[in-house]
T-cell receptor, first 112, second 112 residues
Framework: DGGITQSPKYLFRKEGQNVTLSCEQN?????MYWYRQDPGQGLRLIYY???????QKGDIAEGYSVSREKKESFPLTVTSAQKNPTAFYLC???????????FGSGTRLTVV | DAKTTQPNSMESNEEEPVHLPCNHS???????IHWYRQLPSQGPEYVIH???SNVNNRMASLAIAEDRKSSTLILHRATLRDAAVYYC?????????????FGQGTILTVHP
């Protein structure tokens, strides 16, 4: 079945360490997105990519980095510069229409 | 970007209809109205979308006011599995790979 796979589901990181969240899709979607969600809040866009080897900052890109070397993959690195990284991270992909958005099941990152 | 306003929470009983309102008084003529929902600890999923006319699908119905300044998502018979956060989102038609902006949404509680 086509879909988006995020791994791991839960991730613990020591303060000061970088960590990379994986996102893979087999839907043949051109666009991919990373969102962050804090408890009781809506989703906030971190980065998005409309094509391989190109990506743009979203609303809260500081302290994060991404790459898009393959159409299927859009990993997110949470760097030590991110002051409050504990959150639920969601990856999504889409066609050129927003009703084509498909989300992964998320990675819950906790800084210890 | 045009904004949407939704009630923070609503409650319903199982097997009763639910009407979830959304105000979007600054909507432009080319903005599409989308609804997504997010079950606990999962990524959002697409529910329905429309431009001017009312829409029906297997999950729900979307009623759009004649002036398009408001819309209502209708769940005809709520089940316990419909308990989720419902997001009303506008997307500017004609923009490729539209980035969806999620507000705080409406928390729907369904009582048995």
């Amino acid at each position: 079945d086509g879909g988006i796979t995020q791994s791991p589901k839960y991730l613990f990181r020591k303060e000061g360490q970088n960590v990379t969240l994986s996102c893979e899709q087999n839907l043949n979607h051109d666009a991919m997105y990373w969102y962050r969600q804090d408890p009781g809040q809506g989703l906030r866009l971190i980065y998005y990519s409309q094509i391989v080897n190109d990506f743009q900052k979203g609303d809260i890109a500081e302290g994060y980095s991404v790459s898009r070397e393959k159409k299927e993959s859009f990993p997110l690195t949470v760097t030590s510069a991110q002051k409050n990284p504990t959150a639920f991270y969601l990856c999504a992909s889409s066609t050129d229409r927003p009703y084509g958005y498909t989300f992964g099941s998320g990675t819950r990152l906790t800084v210890v | 970007d045009a904004k949407t306003t939704q009630p923070n929470s609503m409650e319903s009983n199982e097997e009763e209809p639910v009407h979830l309102p959304c105000n979007h008084s600054t909507i432009s003529g080319t903005d599409y109205i989308h609804w997504y929902r997010q079950l606990p600890s999962q990524g959002p999923e697409y529910v329905i979308h429309g431009l001017t006319s009312n829409v029906n699908n297997r999950m729900a119905s979307l009623a759009i006011a004649e002036d398009r300044k408001s819309s209502t998502l209708i769940l005809h018979r709520a089940t316990l599995r419909d308990a989720a956060v419902y997001y009303c989102i506008l997307w500017a038609g004609g923009t490729s790979y539209g980035k969806l902006t999620f507000g705080q949404g409406t928390i729907l509680t369904v009582h048995p």
